[in-house]
């Protein structure tokens, strides 16, 4: 799966700051070809309702060599601290399991089919962009593994999730392209320079909310 790091760890022998994620391998900090340090920076303010249920984690060479998983998840009520941990260690492998799965079952399809024009529709280092097929299976990939870490969660013993939960945020970086996806009110903001030179966000996933029209 690659290089992990969550809010929850720190290095040692590193003076950093509890804010900062750092990207790490056996040899220490991994850094891009002209020497820069791979780092994310996190901030998260802990409230009065009790513990921070707020965690987030960095996955470097996520499915691929140069591939990226960043989420946020934040918990909510009693054992929302619990259940945002949980699926920040476990999601990320999910989806990865959930794609190998569908991408399978794809390729025995088309074996089965004899259909040979498609065989060079997956080799992902040969293809600079996400096309419709590789598209759908991330989209399936996701949307299988938030339903199969929900059952994970019912199912935990002594996890209590009927009034408890967690929003899920998080992009995965393919090559070029992201592909993002959330569930719940947690949001994901993209920072780019206008052309007046001037630094503006953009708002990249809507909200799930009860209030918000159309929500189901």
């Not at 990865?96 to 997956?122: E, G, I, K, T, V």
Request: charged share 25%; glycine share 8%; with cysteine.
């Amino acid at each position: 799966m690659g290089n992990c790091a969550s809010s929850g760890e720190l290095l040692e022998k590193q003076e950093i700051d509890e804010n900062v994620v750092y990207v790490v391998d056996e040899e220490g900090p991994i850094s891009d070809q002209d020497g820069t340090r791979k780092i994310a920076s996190l901030f998260s303010r802990r409230g009065m309702k009790g513990p921070n249920q707020e965690t987030a984690r960095l996955c470097q060479g996520f499915g691929k060599e140069n591939g990226i998983f960043c989420g946020v998840f934040d918990g909510h009520c009693r054992m929302g601290h619990m259940i945002s941990c949980l699926v920040r260690d476990y999601l990320p492998f999910l989806i990865l399991s959930q794609r190998n799965n569908y991408f399978l079952s794809r390729s025995n399809s088309n074996f089965n089919d004899n259909d040979s024009d498609d065989s060079d529709s997956h080799k992902e280092h040969d293809t600079p962009c996400l096309n419709s097929e590789m598209f759908e299976e991330w989209k399936q990939a996701c949307i299988n593994a938030l339903n199969a870490m929900d059952c994970e969660l019912r199912i935990k013993p002594g996890l209590d999730c009927s009034f408890s939960g967690t929003t899920t945020v998080y992009i995965i970086k393919h090559g070029k392209d992201l592909i993002i996806a959330n569930l719940g009110d947690s949001r994901a903001v993209l920072a780019r320079v206008s052309e007046q030179g001037y630094i503006e966000a953009k708002q990249l996933t809507t909200d799930f909310k009860p209030a918000i029209p159309g929500f189901v």
